[in-house]
Each structure stands twice: as structure tokens, then as C-alpha cells.
């Protein structure tokens, strides 16, 4: 009776419903960074203040902006959030909301890309969606220098976009590329989207001369990113994974078990993230291999695929970058927003294949990522509200302390405010001469 009765409703009204839902998600999100974003220039952020600094007193050069920053090349990021500081007065909450922005498109492109290529019902993108909205990725979510990393995803969403309607419009090919350039220039691991769209045009079965302009332009992109490179900035990171690779391998299975939140209360610690990370890494593998195995799945896979790809590579650029700084690093939230996507590919491909293949098991398989998710959306919710007020906190404190930088201890300054302690006063002392950021309106 109820199969009868509401199935058939459901399946008629999929696409609202799950553009309902989602929206509900986004909008709680949002939520989520209005109560607990802090209007403050937190650690990465002081570099931006120097940016702005030199734009001020007229100094601003293209040198200043292709810089590394650490590991990273982030031209148009820093030319974002210039441009979002000088209007909203360097308030840190604007580059916030413009993550949230990137991501509610990122995701709706996704959808729509992933529905015109497997032709199932949208209710299936619907966890998946819970995930990418995952209050995990607070660390980001509440960083407003973080827009660089959601930048990335937004043009990965647009490039596949991009390719897969290039197919009956040659000139939108041309897009994909413009935003992969954007991503490459974004941070290290934008670099990967070119794997991603490779991989895209592959399983689509797009025409061999294509995929060569795609690996032509990338290996172009690529290698000026590489141009003057500083590899002592990346803190020797390569020769570490490469003298360690157990530790290494380790490392990679915690970063993308990550997606599971830790908590004592439920017995979930690093052993159960790396074997969650091991399990999402096997199904990424099996991914793979079923479509190599049945070459036609490509035209149905190409968006899990894409995704998957993506996030394996961006996993194996951060364990380069960060493995040798110890294993905490692989559990922290900056690092989980990457691997949301992963897992959301993950899911993805596995729902492809139980709605359009025989393939035996894949039920089991859609039970085991049924409850992966449904334990990572409550964990997430969960671990959200915990280190979202502690983060909260942690910002008003910086708050009080840029505001009295003249006198801010350097004990209390370098965890939370600035590692560079000496280059604080004159940066704070500068906010405040032009009264930007906790200086623009605040009490005398």
C-alpha cells in the first residue's frame, strides 16, 4: 500500500523534492556561518592584509600577487578578496558568504550535470548533497581566506558543466579550460582538476583530439605554475612520504576517513577513521575498475569518476604538503572539505550502478554508504555546533586583541591571531589607521 501510494508521488515530484531539500541544507548552512563566523583577520588572512597594504600606498604588484604562499599560487583568489575587502571594508564575514555562494552553485551545478548524465531520479543526489553542506568543514566554512579552496570547487563544478555540454557546443570547451586555469591559479590543489576533467572526457567518450587540447593546455597551466617554484616552502614534505611510505599510506587513509567526525562518546577515533577512509579508497577503486571492465558506464560514471579523481589527487598533493607535520594534521577540518567531495562521489557512482547496472553486491554496498552517511551527516551536525562555538569564541578573543594590539601579549597573539608575531602591530596598527576590519565602526 505505501509502495503504491507514495513511490509514485515521489518519483513525480523528485526534482522539488530534492531541490527542497537542499535548499533547507544550504539555507542551514548559511545559518551556521552567520552565527558562528567572527569578523577578524585570523593567521593566512594577515597575508592579505599586506596585499592590501601595498595596494593602499600604491605597491601592488603582479609579482606580489603570483607569490607563493606556502606551497600555493593563489593570483585570483587574492585578487577576490582584495576586491571583497575594499567594498565591505576588509570584514572578513563578506569572503564567508561568498564561500557559501561558491558552494550552494558548486552543488546545484553538480546536481545538474550529474542528472543530465545518468538520467536517474534527483532524489539519488540528495545525500550527497547533505554531505557537501557538512558542518565539518567548519575550520573553512568559518575562515574567510578559505574562498581560495571554495573557489577551486566552484570551478570544478563549472568545468564539468562545461565539458559535458561542449559535446554539441565546441566553444564551451573553452570555458572549461578558463576555469580550470582559475583553479590552478588558486591553490595547489586546483591543479587537479585537469585529472578530473581528463578522466570526464575519457568516460564520456569525447573524441581523442579533444582530450589532447585538454592535456595540452594543462601541461601548458601546469608548468608555468611551476615556473620559479620554491620547493623549500613546501617543508621537504616529498622526500619525507617518499622515505616513509607506510606512514604515508597511513596518513592518506586518515585524511579521508576524516569525513566521519571523531567522537569518544561514540568510539570513533583514528583507527575507525582510517578504516573508513580505507573502505571509501577500495570503493573509489572498484569504481574505477567497473567502468574499465564495461567501457559503455562511462557516459552514466563520468561525474563520480570526475569527483573521484579529484579528491584522491588533492589527497595526494596535501599528504605530500603536510604528512611530515605529523599525523593530527590528517584530522583536521581544513583538510575534510576535499574529501566531502570525494565522498559524495563515492555515493554518486555506487547509486549509478545500483540504478543502472545488475552488478551483484552493489545493494550491500549502497546499505554500508547509507549508514557511512547518515553517520558523517549527524557526526557533522554534531561536531559543527561543538567547534563551531569553540572557533566563535576563539575570534571574539582575537577580536579584543587586534583591537588592543599596542599591548596584546605575543603568547596570546601567535595561536590566536597571527604566527608572525613580529609583523603584527604594524599590520593591526595599520586596520586601524584606515579603520578597516574590527576598526571600521568600532567604539572609540
Known amino acids: 500500500m505505501i509502495r503504491t501510494r507514495w513511490l509514485p508521488w515521489i518519483d513525480t515530484h523528485a526534482r522539488s523534492l530534492s531541490a527542497s531539500v537542499l535548499g533547507l541544507v544550504a539555507i542551514a548552512y548559511l545559518s551556521f556561518v552567520y552565527y558562528f563566523g567572527v569578523n577578524v583577520p585570523f593567521q593566512d588572512e594577515w597575508a592579505v592584509v599586506i596585499l592590501y597594504r601595498s595596494a593602499v600606498h600604491g605597491q601592488l604588484s603582479l609579482t606580489q600577487l ?12 587574492n585578487l577576490l578578496m582584495l576586491g571583497l575587502d575594499y567594498l565591505s571594508h576588509f570584514d572578513t564575514k563578506v569572503e564567508m558568504y561568498g564561500s557559501v555562494l561558491m558552494l550552494i552553485v558548486a552543488v546545484a551545478l553538480i546536481a545538474v550535470v550529474y542528472r543530465r548524465t545518468t538520467a536517474i531520479s534527483p532524489m539519488w543526489f540528495v545525500p550527497a548533497g547533505l554531505v557537501l553542506f557538512g558542518w565539518t568543514q567548519y575550520a573553512v566554512a568559518l575562515q574567510g581566506f578559505a574562498i581560495a579552496l571554495y573557489l577551486i570547487l566552484l570551478c570544478l563544478s563549472v568545468a564539468l558543466v562545461a565539458l559535458a555540454a561542449s559535446r554539441r557546443r565546441p566553444a564551451l570547451f573553452v570555458v572549461a579550460i578558463a576555469a580550470a586555469t582559475v583553479a590552478s591559479y588558486s591553490s595547489t590543489q586546483g591543479l587537479a582538476i585537469w585529472a578530473a576533467g581528463l578522466i570526464f572526457l575519457l568516460a564520456r567518450g569525447y573524441p581523442r583530439s579533444r582530450c589532447w587540447w585538454w592535456l595540452a593546455s594543462a601541461a601548458c597551466i601546469s ?3 611551476w615556473i620559479g617554484f620554491v620547493w623549500s616552502d613546501t617543508g621537504g614534505g616529498v622526500r619525507w612520504a617518499v622515505a616513509n611510505p607506510a606512514p604515508t599510506l597511513h596518513y592518506i587513509y586518515l585524511l579521508v576517513g576524516s569525513v566521519i567526525p571523531a567522537s569518544h562518546a561514540l568510539g570513533i577515533g583514528a583507527s575507525a577513521q582510517a578504516a573508513v577512509g580505507a573502505v571509501l579508497l577500495l570503493l573509489s577503486l572498484g569504481t574505477f575498475g567497473y567502468w574499465l571492465w564495461r567501457r559503455n558506464a562511462g557516459e ?10 579529484f579528491g584522491v589527487l588533492v589527497d595526494f598533493l596535501i599528504t605530500i604538503g603536510r604528512a611530515h607535520l605529523g599525523i593530527q594534521t590528517a584530522t583536521s577540518s581544513r583538510y575534510t572539505l576535499f ?3 570525494l565522498f559524495a562521489g563515492v555515493w554518486l557512482g555506487v547509486a549509478a550502478l545500483a540504478r543502472r547496472s545488475q552488478l551483484p553486491g552493489t545493494r550491500v554496498v549502497m546499505i554500508l554508504l547509507a549508514c557511512l552517511t547518515v553517520g558523517q551527516v549527524l557526526g557533522s551536525f554534531h561536531s559543527g555546533l561543538i567547534e563551531g562555538r569553540v572557533t566563535k569564541s576563539q575570534r571574539e578573543q582575537a577580536v579584543a586583541l587586534v583591537r588592543n594590539y599596542a599591548s596584546a601579549p605575543e603568547d596570546q597573539v601567535i595561536p590566536l591571531v597571527y604566527q608572525l608575531y613580529p609583523g603584527f602591530k604594524p599590520l593591526a596598527g595599520f586596520l586601524a589607521h584606515q579603520h578597516l576590519s574590527v576598526f571600521y565602526r568600532a567604539d572609540p
Open 339 to 341: 574529501n566531502l567531495w
Open 300 to 309: 552514466w560514471l563520468a561525474v563520480p569518476l570526475a569527483l573521484i579523481a
Open 223 to 225: 608548468g608555468i605554475y
Open 66 to 77: 603570483w607569490t607563493q604562499h606556502n606551497e600555493n599560487r593563489m593570483l585570483f583568489p
